[in-house]
């Protein structure tokens, strides 16, 4: 069955540090979104590509969909304590009605 | 707009007792769906709805059960709980497939 993992499962920065945290499906995605979800929080989304090949950025985050449509990450320019939460990537297979989670990263920021 | 809304937002059920979560979003989406995220991990899909009248498993279904009578509405059943349905519960809606999705802030279930 579909399946989406992600690397690392943790991740601790001191604050100004850079972090990345990657995507991969054991399926072609017809698209891929990203969520942030604050500690006691609930997801909320930041982004979609749908392009292979395809860069988005927001402020300090970049995402990219691999060129085969199964792999993604989103990398964290000079993290902020804001930044703190855990980050999951989600994918529709294509034909699909439902989107299939990452495992997520959580990241800490270390003032 | 509300947006999506959950109640309650805390429970503590027996074993063996049954209760209905409630969920409705006012963004007249068609999509609504059921997660349960334990703790330290990542969302599995219960339950999903593409318009009122349909429903249709996810990945995790057993002991569970919903309706779709209107578009806002979507409650989820719990039949007989079981400690194994401890867990944060999330309901989501979206406008349809390839759409972000909402999702309403949570219903923390603990069953002891």
């Known amino acids: 069955g579909q399946q989406v993992m992600q690397i690392p499962q943790y991740q601790h920065v001191q604050e100004g540090e850079d972090f990345t945290t990657y995507c991969n499906s054991s399926?072609?995605?017809?698209?891929i979104q990203w969520y942030k979800q604050r500690p006691g929080g609930h997801p909320v989304f930041l982004i979609q590509l749908v392009k292979s090949g395809e860069v988005k950025k927001q402020k300090r985050l970049t995402f990219q969909f691999g060129e085969a449509k199964k792999n993604s990450s989103l990398h964290i320019t000079a993290t902020q304590t804001t930044d703190v939460g855990t980050y999951f990537c989600a994918g529709y297979q294509t034909g699909a009605n439902n989107l299939f989670f990452g495992t997520g990263t959580r990241l800490t920021v270390i003032p | 707009n509300a947006g999506v809304t959950q109640t309650p937002k805390f429970r503590i059920l027996k074993i063996g007792q049954s209760m209905t979560l409630q969920c409705t979003q006012d963004?007249?989406?068609?999509?609504m769906y059921w997660y349960r995220q334990d703790p330290g991990m990542g969302l599995k899909l219960i339950y999903y709805s593409v318009g009122a009248g349909i429903t249709d498993k996810g990945e995790v279904p057993n002991g569970y059960n919903v309706s779709r009578s209107t578009t806002e509405d979507f409650p989820l059943r719990l039949e007989l709980a079981a400690p194994s349905q401890t867990s944060v519960y999330f309901c989501?809606?979206?406008?349809?497939?390839?759409?972000?999705?909402?999702f309403g802030p949570g219903t923390r279930l603990t069953v002891t």
């Open positions: 963004m007249n989406h068609n999509y």
């Open positions: 399926t072609t995605l017809s698209n």
């Open positions: 989501a809606s979206s406008r349809g497939v390839g759409y972000e999705q909402y």
